[in-house]
């Protein structure tokens, strides 16, 4: 059975549809990623799934759970860091810890939670005093505090610095290899290629696109790119003979070999025939932002 199942869901605001007839499943165990711009309703869709805003037409079940009529058996399954929650700033980690813990039937150990997540050492921090990075990883721990089988996480390192969004990937991969699913919501490519087993593209409310992180990129272009600087001159010709070979550009000293298939070993295979070292060689194939503009039209920034 699906983690979560979508099936055909709309919402619309004022007359503006938001979400436009979305559909896709979640396995269990897996980080499924959600990706799209600001404004692309990717927020209104995490909530549909969490049970704290009901879609206008189209089914959501979370665990076999419905969560308009469930609601209260999802929030026992579900864990949820959303990207405009505000804490007390007056209230420490460690009552904030304990108020979310006493939401579920079967909490975590609240102190032994705040060590797991790094929090024993400001445990009685007012939530005002913190870190950008210690807020993180208590949204992190108030997202799990519950035991839940899956959590919910919307736009979670923004504002971070990349030191801190470092970190805030490897905590939610610790979640992910304890055995509890992911939902994450990100308009970051590099978080999304990062950590997402999956990825559900979304864009002006639509679903565009559903494939794993290579899998997206394939769309955008089969091409692979090699990038080097020839230790001798290097007729194109012989290069051009390789069937794995489309096209040889120069870049100065740079040489850009472009084509398909098994081109890294064919190139290098033929310059070590003729003794010529690659300098500075680079692989380079297409990536989810050439895969974004491919299926929108247009970078994720726009």
Same mark, same amino acid.
């Given at each position: 059975?699906a983690?979560v199942?979508?099936? +055909?869901?709309?919402?619309s605001?004022g007359?503006? !549809?938001?979400?436009?007839?979305v ?5 269990e165990?897996? @980080?499924?990623? @959600?990706?799209?711009?600001n ?5 209104t869709?995490?909530?549909c799934v ?5 879609p ?9 759970l ?11 399954v ?7 929650s505000?804490?007390?700033e ?5 009552? @904030? !810890? ?6 579920? %039937? ?12 790094g929090?024993s050492?400001?445990?009685?921090r ?11 990883r208590? =949204?992190l721990?108030? +997202?799990?505090?519950?035991?839940p089988?899956?959590?919910?996480l919307?736009?979670?390192?923004t ?7 470092r970190?805030?990937? +490897?905590?939610?991969?610790r ?5 509890? %699913?992911?939902l994450?919501? %990100?308009?970051?490519?590099e978080?999304a ?6 990825? $559900?593209?979304i ?8 494939d794993? *992180? ?7 272009? =089969?091409?692979?790119r090699?990038?080097?600087? *020839?230790?001798?001159?290097l ?9 794995e ?11 850009e070999?472009i084509?398909?298939?098994n081109l890294?070993? =064919?190139?290098t ?5 003729h003794?010529? @070292? $690659? ?9 989810l932002?050439?895969?974004f503009? $491919?299926?929108t039209?247009? *970078?994720l920034?726009h």
């Amino acid at each position: 059975m699906a983690v979560v199942q979508v099936d +055909a869901v709309g919402k619309s605001y004022g007359g503006r !549809a938001v979400l436009d007839e979305v559909s896709f499943e979640v396995a269990e165990g897996e @980080i499924f990623g @959600i990706l799209g711009p600001n404004g692309a309703g990717k927020t209104t869709l995490v909530e549909c799934v969490a049970g704290l805003r009901s879609p206008d037409r189209g089914r959501v079940t979370v665990l076999g759970l419905d969560p308009r009529r469930e609601r209260d058996a999802v929030r026992q399954v579900v864990g949820v860091q959303l990207q405009e929650s505000e804490l007390p700033e007056k209230l420490t980690v460690r009552e @904030i !810890a304990e108020l979310y813990a006493c939401f579920y %039937t079967r909490p975590a150990d609240v102190p032994l939670l705040l060590d797991q997540w790094g929090l024993s050492e400001c445990a009685d921090r007012r939530y005002g005093k913190l870190s950008g990075g210690q807020q993180q990883r208590l =949204a992190l721990a108030l +997202a799990v505090v519950g035991n839940p089988r899956m959590v919910v996480l919307d736009e979670l390192t923004t504002g971070l610095d990349p030191h801190a969004r470092r970190n805030a990937w +490897a905590m939610v991969e610790r979640i992910r290899d304890a055995g509890t %699913t992911v939902l994450l919501v %990100t308009h970051v490519m590099e978080e999304a290629e990062h950590l997402c087993d999956r990825i $559900a593209v979304i864009d002006a409310g639509r679903l565009v696109a559903l494939d794993t *992180p290579a899998g997206l990129a394939a769309k955008a272009s =089969a091409d692979q790119r090699l990038r080097f600087r *020839p230790s001798e001159r290097l007729d194109d010709r012989l290069l051009l003979e390789l069937p794995e070979v489309d096209q040889v550009v120069h870049h100065g000293a740079q040489l850009e070999v472009i084509g398909t298939g098994n081109l890294v070993h =064919a190139v290098t295979a033929l310059l070590a025939r003729h003794q010529v @070292i $690659a300098h500075g060689l680079r692989v380079e194939q297409a990536t989810l932002d050439d895969a974004f503009v $491919a299926l929108t039209g247009r *970078p994720l920034d726009h």
